[in-house]
């Protein structure tokens, strides 16, 4: 599937910028490695975005959204490393599945080690009520962050 029809498919909206050094600040290392989803939108501001990570984070890594589809998804990850030269990608697959296939993924950007994007889930592009789908931030084949997302009608 061509990148254009992965975009329009999976609803991918926007990656947004922040201020470089937030993502090195140490104020996210209590994150490191998790991925943080919301239906709210994510701020700009790097004080607000402290506030929307305490407000949002959960302990087990695990998420939930109703009122769809389509689910509107906003995430923060926090990246467990710094990535290597080129894109990281945000891939989801059925947390049923073992083998953890992926059922979308696309390349985003990082600021260091900070991805905040902005996406829809829908079932044009496969995704389903009352299930729960495991979402990760890999670079190659290494996880540098990952969270379970369960969606809801």
Known sequence: M??????????????????????????????????????????????????????????????ALIKGPPWDINLVGVLSKEPAAGPVTL???????????PLQSIDVSSKNRLVIAHTSATIAAGFAANKTYVVQIIQKTTTLARAELELRD
């Open 2 to 63: 061509s990148l254009a029809r992965r975009l329009a498919v999976f609803g991918l909206l926007a990656v947004l910028g922040l201020n470089l050094a937030f993502a090195d600040d140490k104020r996210l290392r209590a994150y490191d490695g998790q991925i943080i989803i919301s239906p709210d939108r994510v701020p700009k501001d790097a004080d607000a975005l402290q506030t929307f990570l305490q407000a949002n984070a959960t302990k087990d890594r695990r998420y």
């Open 91 to 101: 891939v989801f697959a059925d947390a049923a599945d073992k083998k953890l296939t």
